[in-house]
């Protein structure tokens, strides 16, 4: 299966996400690292475009000012590579929190599946959330309120997948 199928049927078909339980882990981690690497990149772009000496307003400390345009060519890698690696912990944080939730929504919903079954939906029910915080500096609403927006996107898009999960067999 092609990760731009699995981005499309994330994005699209939220039923079709029980069935992605089922792919190997590797997929999932590749999927996942793909999503890390589209956040970074827009991040990185962001702070290559927001850190200019002239927004720095430090007329009178030149020195300063001398000493960052000295040293970008190590700046930009190293915050490149620690955009990526806080970026995957978080969204890896994430994925395990979501994941235990929709593991006692599971429950509730007296349907069958493990951890691992359920961590691999919330990987994909968490692209629209990705998404919608990647672009929130770009839209005119309040940050805490994308958020649980987003929140609130990635628990329903779990649910709705969680209800194409097999039933509990029923014990006597």
Do not use: C
């Amino acid at each position: 299966m092609k990760h731009s199928q699995l981005f499309i049927d994330s994005l699209i078909h939220p039923k079709k996400l029980a069935a992605y339980r089922l792919l190997p882990i590797g997929k999932v981690i590749q999927y996942t690292f793909l999503l890390i690497t589209v956040v970074t990149v827009f991040s990185f772009g962001r702070f290559t475009a927001g850190l200019s000496v002239d927004t720095l307003d430090m007329n009178s400390l030149n020195g300063i000012t001398e000493y960052i345009e000295g040293v970008k060519w190590v700046l930009y890698p190293v915050t490149f590579i620690m955009l990526f690696v806080f970026t995957t912990m978080l969204l890896f944080a994430q994925i395990a929190l979501y994941a235990l939730a929709g593991l006692l929504i599971l429950n509730v919903m007296k349907r069958r599946g493990e951890y691992r079954h359920i961590w691999r939906t919330t990987t994909f029910a968490m692209t629209w959330a990705i998404l919608i915080s990647m672009l929130s500096d770009y839209l005119p609403i309040n940050s805490t309120i994308i958020s649980v927006f987003s929140l609130f996107l990635t628990v329903t898009l779990l649910i709705v997948a969680l209800t194409k999960y097999p039933k509990q067999p029923i014990t006597k």
